[in-house]
């Protein structure tokens, strides 16, 4: 939040315009005194970062619109890493790369040490404190496949492949409280063509609402205009992911080229449906029925891709309601769609100093932050950056209690 | 023109279109906020992108694209490697690109040439020269020097003058808005480059200093660079103060310490010491990950030769009553000579593609694309 135009900022984000926000896209699935906490340590954030030499872009530019309530990171969330790891290393603290957590030796609700796995071995290290930033599952395939069955197996990872929820499930196993949805996951439709973990921001498609989507029988499943598309993304990776296959095609025709944002990979391009469909390996005969049947239902009305126009189709299953335009003239472009899976919901429960939460009552010497706790704020749903805002008030939370904890047990012998 | 599409530039479309999809870079420099305004990279729009990149590294070290990605997205050494191969494509007499092939060898051959057209001339009048003097012109006449050094730098101006041409019909082609919409646009394009040229705006992104590796912001790169620019500006301004002081007052060298060419030379002449001297250090250091070797070559031999030039100058003006000064004359004018008659084909060009980049892309910002 911000109650003021900055740097790096337009206008003002209120606190309770947030946690309205918030409200609505988690229904009510959030921890309200947690949540509070978070948005108004968000208010000063970019100048703490700054102190640890992050950076932020200037306003007045940025993708997605989003200058009013998001600060983006100079150079995006690697930059800002480096800039973190940088300072850990000028305060001389040791960072022991390619090393696995592989186990937690946690007695009586207190955490005694944790057991390493790196290239050279095994090792344990003990600690008077201990802050778990492990992340989610979301790289875990076989844990996602317990939740999705085999359609896991055709999900594409948008991030690192190392949040494999490993910490998590120890922690889950030695009875921490679980919070957030186990069963669900933050995926939004990507380009099918990209790299299965790591892929990132540039794999996504802006094309969905300027024409239709298909799935592998050629038919359509949703309606592709429902609002704009920064707030429709994130709902259609879980609905390409109910498709067979969990596959398909975003199709537009020529008018729609260059209203949408350049994407990584080149379109599949063809001069007709029944070519458009061969390439695809889509049944061609049903393809052009689609398409015929959907040009048949389009209304007139006047095309404006930047408002939520008058154009649509009527007596269709699904219709679509804002940008239908006949798909009449050629070429066609195709691109491949699957659900890309950002992050995952499950996490520990935590109180107000990030301690978390045991069955037994509260662990005195474990802190999380990050998305391993994520789930206490967002159980569901998502707001634009407020994945790094948990991560970073809650690090500064974890960092700062997990320090005193450490210093006042030294102290007592 | 530059219409073949090498490896290089394939690797930098590729590049340019993963960049197009992120923008995350979009703050640092106006290599990203130009590319932005374009959909499709064409080999001219890689040749100006590629000449308006600084090298100052921030955008390799932010890029989660960047090695070991599959996506392999260097943007700095990509676009350093299309820099170089656009100097040869832009080159005349275009024979002469091999140069930038092959720096050394065409340092070494301009110097021997230099020395051996300036030694018989030198021999020839010291026979006749009665006694030890700092006069330079007793050892090369004034009409030589005038004439060999007119001639040279003509050819020199000539030959960057049609390279800059051909840039300019390439990758800088005038921008049909910037045409109707008149001067005053013009004009503000111009200055903003022409301080953005002066200020080295860009060797600094968003305010802070250029990276020589991770996490690594350093002033040094751009202060030595404005050692070595200015320290050549001011050994310009002291021969022409020279040049005046013979021409119109008649007055004949040499110069007291105290007089206005031997100042300004004397200034410049450290500035050239200390910026390529400083410079070559920095290189030497600087992560080879953010420039292609070719350029990396280019940037030594050029550096060496500033340092040569400037040491050797230096050195006349202590030594010139000396014993060894018509030596060491002979040598520092071969040394300058070699310098001038590679200016076209080495790193000294970077300046003028740079300085035209820059403006196209002031122009281009001050005229704000309608069409989207």
């Keep these: 939040m911000h109650t003021a135009p900055t740097d790096v900022l337009t206008d003002a984000y209120p ?323 699957r659900p890309g899976i950002t992050f995952t919901y499950l996490g520990v429960r935590v109180d107000e100093r990030a301690r978390v939460v045991l069955k037994g009552g509260l662990a005195e010497n474990i802190f999380a932050a990050g998305e391993i706790m994520a789930g206490n704020i967002l159980g569901r749903g998502y707001v634009a950056g407020v994945g790094m805002t948990i991560g970073t008030v809650f690090g500064e939370i974890a960092g700062r209690e997990s320090r005193d904890t450490a210093i006042r047990q030294a102290r007592h012998g | 023109m530059a219409d073949v599409l090498t490896d290089a530039m394939r690797k930098a479309e590729h590049e340019m279109v993963v960049c197009n999809a992120c923008r995350y870079c979009e703050a640092y420099c106006p290599v990203f906020q130009a590319m932005e305004e374009r959909v499709t990279f064409q080999p001219a729009d890689l040749t100006y992108l590629a000449n308006l990149c600084h090298n100052c590294g921030e955008c390799l070290y932010a890029c989660q694209y960047a090695p070991p990605h599959e996506f392999n997205i260097d943007v700095p050494r990509t676009l350093s490697r299309v820099r170089v191969e656009s100097y040869e494509t832009f080159a005349w007499p275009s024979f002469a690109a091999i140069a930038f092939r092959r720096p050394w060898d065409a340092i070494l051959v301009a110097f021997v040439a230099g020395g051996l057209t300036l030694a018989p001339v030198a021999r020839a009048f010291m026979a006749r020269a009665t006694s030890q003097s700092a006069d330079f012109y007793a050892v090369i006449p004034h009409d030589v020097m005038v004439t060999l050094f007119g001639v040279v730098g003509l050819f020199v101006v000539t030959a960057i003058a049609i390279g800059h041409r051909r840039f300019a019909g390439n990758a800088c082609d005038e921008d049909p808005r910037a045409s109707h919409k008149g001067s005053r646009y013009r004009r503000l394009g111009s200055r903003q480059a022409a301080r953005d040229v002066l200020t080295l705006k860009h060797l600094h992104a968003t305010g802070e200093d250029c990276v020589d590796a991770e996490e690594q912001r350093r002033p040094w790169r751009r202060w030595l660079h404005h050692c070595t620019f200015y320290g050549f500006a001011l050994c310009f301004a002291s021969t022409t103060a020279a040049a005046i002081y013979h021409v119109v007052f008649g007055w004949i060298a040499p110069y007291a310490y105290t007089s206005v060419p031997v100042v300004l030379g004397t200034a410049g002449g450290l500035g050239l010491v200390v910026g390529p001297a400083g410079l070559l250090v920095l290189d030497l250091h600087r992560d080879a990950a953010l420039t292609d070797a070719s350029e990396r070559s280019l940037g030594f031999a050029f550096l060496t030769m500033l340092l040569l030039t400037s040491v050797t100058g230096l050195l006349l003006l202590v030594l010139r009553g000396g014993p060894y000064m018509p030596a060491l004359l002979v040598v520092h004018l071969a040394i300058v000579l070699a310098l001038f008659v590679t200016f076209p084909y080495g790193k000294f060009v970077h300046g003028i593609y740079r300085g035209a980049a820059l403006l196209k892309f002031r122009r281009e910002e001050s005229t704000p694309n309608e069409t989207t």
């Design chain 1, 15 to 337: 606190e309770d315009e947030f946690m309205a926000d918030l409200l609505r896209v988690t229904g009510g699935a959030t921890d309200q005194t947690l949540a509070r906490m978070m948005i108004r340590a968000s208010a000063d954030l970019p100048r703490r970062m700054n102190r640890f030499g992050v950076r932020f872009q200037p306003s007045i530019r940025g993708t997605l619109h989003l200058g009013r309530t998001n600060a983006f990171f100079l150079g995006g969330g690697k930059a800002l890493m480096n800039s973190a790891y940088a300072a850990a290393e000028r305060s001389d603290v040791r960072i022991v790369y390619e090393a696995d957590v592989v186990g937690l030796c946690i007695r009586d609700g207190r955490f005694e040490s944790a057991e390493l796995k790196t290239p050279h071995g095994t090792e344990a290290i003990t600690a008077r404190t201990v802050v778990l930033a492990a992340g989610g599952f979301e790289s875990n395939l076989e844990w996602l496949a317990e939740i999705w069955g085999d359609a896991a197996n055709n999900f594409i990872v948008r991030g690192t492949p190392y949040n494999t929820g490993t910490v998590l499930r120890l922690m889950l196993d030695a009875g921490a409280e679980p919070v957030g949805d186990p069963s669900q996951c933050h995926a939004v439709a990507i380009d099918a063509r990209a790299p299965k973990f790591d892929g990132g921001i540039v794999t996504r498609l802006d094309s969905v609402p300027l024409g239709i989507v298909v799935n592998k029988h050629g038919d359509r499943f949703y309606d592709e205009g429902e609002d704009y598309w920064p707030k429709r993304y994130a709902i259609w990776g879980r609905l390409v992911a109910q498709q067979p296959d969990q596959i398909a095609y975003s199709i537009v025709d020529s008018k729609a080229i260059g209203r949408f944002m350049p994407s990584v990979f080149p379109p599949i391009v063809a001069n007709s449906i029944r070519e458009l469909a061969s390439t695809l390996g889509v049944p061609a005969g049903t393809l052009a029925a689609t398409i015929e049947r959907f040009n048949a239902a389009v209304r007139p009305g006047t095309f404006d891709h930047q408002t939520l126009d008058d154009c649509r189709t009527e007596g269709l299953i699904p219709n679509k309601t804002h940008w239908a335009q006949r798909l009449d003239t050629p070429p066609f472009h195709a691109y491949p769609l």
